[in-house]
C-alpha cells in the first residue's frame, strides 16, 4: 500500500461548479499536510498548507479527518485556470527524520 | 524573490554518459529534497538532506546515484553510468526542518534528463 494515496482522475469539472477529492494516508503519526498544485510541465507549488481544524483559502477549502486518515480539498465556483494536477503531501517523522511523501496526483480539467 | 534554483533546466546525454545536477536551495533553509517525476511514476523520493547531512536516500539506486551537499549552497544529484530508464523530471525542493515537522517545501524549475 502506498503511503499517500490519491484519485488520479481526471476530474472533469463544469465551469463555475464544486469539485472535491480526497487523499488517504497510511503513517497515523503523520504531523502535517499540503496541497500542493502542479501545471503541466512545471514544478509543483504550495496551494495551501491543511491544519486540523480545517482551513479555506478563498475559493478552496482544506479538511483534515485524523481519525479516518485523510484529507480534503473542495475548490468551489471552479476557473478554467483552476485545471491543474493536485498533489497532496503528508510529512511524518519516520526512522529517518521527517520528510516530505507527495501522492500521485489527482488530475482536474475544468471545461467551459 | 528567493527561489531554489537548479541547473541544467535540459539535459539529453548518451546512455554510459554521467549526468550532474546542481541545485541552490534558498537561502535559511536547512533542509533539501531530491525528487524524480515521471508520468508512471509520479513524484518519487530520491533522497534528503538536513544541515547537508543525508537523512535518507533509500529511494536512490544506490549502484549508479549518488546526492551530495558540498555546502550550505549547493546540492549534487549524479548519475554514472545513465540509462534511458533514468529519463524524467528531477526536482530539488528546500524547507525548513524544525526536527519535528518540515515546513512546506519550495521547488526548482527542475531538469529535465533524456538519456538516448
Known amino acids: 500500500r502506498k503511503e499517500v494515496e490519491q484519485d488520479p482522475g481526471p476530474f472533469n469539472v463544469p465551469e463555475g461548479a464544486t469539485v472535491a477529492f480526497n487523499c488517504t494516508y497510511s503513517?497515523?503519526?503523520?504531523?502535517?499536510f499540503f496541497w500542493y498544485r502542479q501545471d503541466c510541465r512545471k514544478e509543483p507549488k504550495l496551494l495551501m498548507s491543511?491544519?486540523?481544524s480545517g482551513n479555506e483559502d478563498g475559493r478552496f477549502t482544506a479538511q483534515l479527518n485524523r481519525a479516518s486518515q485523510y484529507i480534503s480539498l473542495l475548490i468551489r465556483d471552479s476557473k478554467l485556470s483552476d485545471s491543474a494536477t493536485y498533489l497532496c503531501?503528508?510529512?511524518?517523522?519516520?526512522?529517518?527524520?521527517?520528510?516530505?511523501?507527495f501522492g500521485g496526483g489527482t488530475r482536474v480539467l475544468v471545461k467551459p | 524573490d528567493a527561489r531554489v534554483t537548479q541547473t541544467p533546466r535540459h539535459k539529453v546525454t548518451e546512455m554510459g554518459q554521467e549526468v550532474t545536477m546542481r541545485c541552490q536551495p534558498i537561502?535559511?533553509?536547512?533542509?533539501v529534497f531530491w525528487y524524480r517525476q515521471t508520468m508512471m511514476q509520479g513524484l518519487e523520493l530520491l533522497a534528503y538532506?538536513?544541515?547537508?547531512?543525508?537523512?535518507?536516500d533509500s529511494g536512490m539506486p544506490k549502484d549508479r546515484f549518488s546526492a551530495e551537499m558540498p555546502d550550505a549552497t549547493l546540492a549534487t544529484l549524479k548519475i554514472q553510468p545513465s540509462e534511458p530508464r533514468d529519463s524524467a523530471v528531477y526536482f530539488c525542493?528546500?524547507?525548513?526542518?524544525?526536527?519535528?515537522?518540515?515546513?512546506?517545501?519550495?521547488f526548482g524549475q527542475g531538469t529535465r534528463l533524456t538519456v538516448v
Open positions: 525542493a528546500s524547507g525548513f526542518n524544525t526536527g519535528r515537522v518540515v515546513t512546506e517545501a519550495f
Open positions: 503513517n497515523s503519526a503523520s504531523q502535517s
Open positions: 491543511v491544519y486540523s
Open positions: 503531501v503528508v510529512n511524518a517523522l519516520g526512522a529517518a527524520g521527517n520528510k516530505l511523501t
Open positions: 537561502l535559511g533553509h536547512n533542509t
Open positions: 538532506f538536513r544541515n547537508r547531512a543525508p537523512l535518507d
